[in-house]
């Protein structure tokens, strides 16, 4: 094995991140860059020059574990070839019975940890550098002790004109198929004034569009003191002396200057209030966009799946968004084939596609994650019917999204640039304020992350629409 004391001496370590999960995940990596760049050590171009490897893996289906799993076999073969550090975090150790597997089973792992303990990564590359250390596997048990890693860089992000702000850690709704509260532990909101701190931090380096994350949004419940509080709210939304809600969260976000774009995920239908549409609504930096997950259309189901909600209340939720926002995007979650789901129960979950008219989803065939209560089902739907019905699902899906996509056409929206796709041909990809991805072309004006832009929508596909800068329209150079 390299001596690693040497190397240190003589150079900055350097580091790479490969990434799984949700934007929480994401958010997390972000978080121990941010560590690593402090005490010194540096990124590193790509994974195979990095001094130290790390895996933030993901577990929430079996298929996230797989790819983990196959990318780690490589990884046992590469150090072979060549010394480095590997650790393995996040979501997939924090299952006991993983971190027994990966203790066991994978001991060229230098480093196994948890979510809980991810701020101690420092300490633990320390030990393996410094004494040697071989196959740590520390996982904090029970519940999550806020894991807030604070006074991180805020230079540390993927993006320079966008991030993700962690309002809450955890989930307390324990849906019957779901591992995240096992992992993530219990739903804990940060203080307000926490998360505006680091909100106007952001907004100071540059960052335009704030992402507001938590596995509940519509739940949180922080900390805020008197003299922060927006005071001009009606008072159901003002709940209590000593925490904001979710709605009073984003009026005081909308007031910090230079985010242009406020975006938030996910949330429960269940929790889904009318102050939170009022909040919507008059607050015009925040996005008309919402990620509602339904999981499944019928009613049966969802109480099976420990929802909190009916098919009609959804629809009727669906409904309300509409008529105070006709403008707004519902995206969603559907899992298909979850135990006992009948025919019947799946031309459910159609109907609410078809009624709700979705602008996107994201689309799961039932995984069993062993410690979840489903896991102890045995009317298990064959994996046939499960493909079947997924293919049923995006076959109404995807022309009831291209449709959406095609009313756009001849329509000049606002996007926000997310990156520049081609110098030569001024090509950028953008969002609109719905979330549509746009990709456009500019003649006139040269523009960068963050920059908002008008533009004319000429082509519609199913996942994106293109068109061209209207500056360049009304100079009449787009076809
Ligand atoms: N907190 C979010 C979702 C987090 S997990 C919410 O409740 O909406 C993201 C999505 O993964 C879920 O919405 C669900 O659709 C899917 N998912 C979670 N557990 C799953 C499982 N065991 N099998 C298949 N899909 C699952
Ligand atoms: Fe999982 Fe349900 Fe919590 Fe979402 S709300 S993270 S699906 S338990
Ligand atoms: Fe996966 Fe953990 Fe997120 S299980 S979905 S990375 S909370």
């Not at 938590?214 to 949180?220: E, F, L, P, R, T």
């Not at 689309?363 to 019905?389: M, Q, V, W």
Request: hydrophobic share 40%.
């Amino acid at each position: 094995m390299k001596d690693f004391r040497a190397l240190l001496a003589g150079k900055n370590l350097s580091f790479f991140i490969r990434t799984y999960g949700c934007q929480m995940n994401e958010r997390d990596s972000e978080k121990m860059a941010g560590l690593l760049e402090q005490i010194g050590f540096v990124a590193a171009k790509s994974k195979d020059v990095a001094d130290i490897v790390i895996y933030n893996t993901c577990c929430v289906r079996e298929s996230a574990e797989d790819k983990v799993f196959g990318h780690l076999s490589r990884e046992k073969s590469a150090k072979a070839q060549r010394p480095f550090i590997l650790a393995i975090g996040g979501c997939m150790p924090q299952q006991p019975e993983m971190a027994d597997l990966l203790r066991e089973k994978h001991k060229y792992a230098d480093i196994v940890f948890g979510t809980g303990n991810r701020h101690r990564l420092p300490e633990f590359l320390w030990r393996v550098i410094e004494n040697g250390e071989r196959n740590i596997v520390d996982i904090t048990e029970g519940e999550n002790e806020l894991p807030e890693i604070t006074d991180v860089p805020v230079t540390t992000r993927e993006f320079s004109h966008k991030a993700g702000v962690n309002i809450m850690y955890g989930c307390d709704n324990f849906c019957s198929y779901c591992i995240v509260p096992y992992v993530r532990g219990r739903e804990k909101s940060r203080a307000a004034e926490d998360v505006l701190a680091e909100i106007r931090a952001l907004a100071d380096d540059g960052v335009r569009e704030i992402m507001l994350l938590g596995q509940n949004v519509n739940s949180y419940r922080g900390k805020i003191c008197e003299s922060v509080r927006v005071v001009s709210l009606p008072a159901p939304t003002l709940q209590n002396d000593s925490l904001a809600s979710f709605p009073e969260l984003l009026h005081l976000a909308h007031e910090v200057e230079g985010i242009k774009r406020i975006r938030f995920m996910t949330s429960h239908p269940k929790d889904f209030s009318d102050e939170l549409i009022d909040a919507m609504q008059k607050l015009p930096n925040v996005c008309k966009h919402v990620h509602l997950p339904l999981q499944a259309g019928s009613t049966r189901v969802l109480a099976d799946m420990n929802r909190f909600y009916t098919k009609e209340q959804y629809l009727a939720l669906a409904e309300k968004l509409y008529a105070a926002m006709p403008e707004i995007a519902i995206t969603t979650d559907i899992i298909v084939g979850y135990p006992g789901e009948t025919d019947e129960d799946f031309e459910d979950t159609l109907d609410v596609v078809r009624r709700v008219r979705f602008a996107g989803a994201f689309t799961f065939i039932y995984s069993k994650r062993s410690g979840t209560p489903a896991a102890t089902r045995t009317d298990l739907i064959p994996r046939k019917t499960a493909n079947e019905r997924f293919d049923r699902l995006t076959a109404e899906l995807y022309p009831i999204m291209t449709a959406r996509n095609e009313s756009k056409i001849g329509q000049i929206i606002d996007v926000m640039v997310e990156e520049v796709r081609d110098d030569a041909s001024n090509a950028y990809k953008a969002r609109g304020d719905d979330h549509t991805l746009v990709h456009f072309t500019a003649e006139t004006g040269e523009f960068v992350a963050g920059d908002i832009v008008p533009v004319r929508i000429d082509v519609a596909k199913t996942f994106y629409v293109s068109g061209c800068a209207a500056s360049d329209f009304l100079r009449k150079s787009c076809n």
